[in-house]
């Protein structure tokens, strides 16, 4: 089965450090997402792209998060500096943006603590 | 904007019956779709069933089933015959058009032997 997969799994990182989270979209998805999970808020969409392009970062503060897809194999997701109030669970997702019918595959996830 | 509720935060069912999770949605657009997700102990986010706004018939996939009533705006995902693999988080999402999908809190499942 063709799958997301993103890097690390887990990752603890000290308050002030640069985190870079890593996703490599199913092959043939033009759409990728970013979400970001956690008891309190959920599921919130972060950023995401389709055919590379940024489409929405408004899900992220700007001053610290940055999403890139330098190729379309490939997504980042970068926190600099970080906080404690960034520890969560990230999700990457890819789909084909143009099928309703679609459901995202969703890549397992980081876990995040920033301590 | 979109908006998903989901009222249960936990459901309880024994082994072998059947359960409906709740799933009430807020949209203006005509055209939109509806989709549960599972999301077990493990974490992964596993797509389990969708139902576009025009679909006339109630999606089914397996043991899963979809009660759809667009008057009432509610997409209730039923699983019969629950097992105790079923044990998960199950999250109702709704997308419109293109857009992402948007996701309500989530029900946690416990099935029972």
């Known amino acids: 089965d063709a799958r997301v997969t993103q890097t690390p799994r887990h990752k603890v990182t000290e308050m002030g450090q640069e985190v870079t989270m890593r996703c490599q979209p199913i092959l043939g998805h033009n759409t990728v997402f970013w979400y970001r999970q956690t008891m309190m808020q959920g599921l919130e969409l972060l950023a995401y792209f389709r055919n590379r392009a940024p489409l929405d970062d408004s899900g992220m503060p700007k001053d610290r998060f940055s999403a890139e897809m330098p190729d379309a194999t490939l997504a980042t997701l970068k926190i600099q500096p970080s906080e404690p109030r960034d520890s969560a669970v990230y999700f990457c997702?890819?789909?084909?943006?143009?099928?309703?019918?679609?459901?995202?595959?969703f890549g397992s996830g980081t876990r995040l603590t920033v301590v | 904007a979109q908006k998903i509720t989901q009222t249960q935060p936990g459901m309880f069912v024994q082994e072998k019956e059947a359960v409906t999770l709740d799933c009430t949605y807020d949209t203006s657009d005509q055209s939109y779709g509806l989709f549960w997700y599972k999301q077990p102990s493990s974490g992964e986010m596993i797509f389990l069933i969708y139902q576009g706004s025009y679909d006339e018939q109630n999606a089914t996939e397996g043991r899963y089933s979809l009660n759809f009533q667009k008057a009432r705006k509610s997409a209730n995902l039923v699983i019969s015959a629950s097992q105790l693999g079923d044990s998960a988080m199950y999250f109702c999402a709704n997308r419109s058009g293109n857009t992402p999908l948007v996701f309500g809190k989530g029900t946690r499942l416990s099935v029972i032997a």
């Open positions: 997702a890819s789909g084909l943006g143009d099928r309703g019918a679609d459901g995202y595959t």
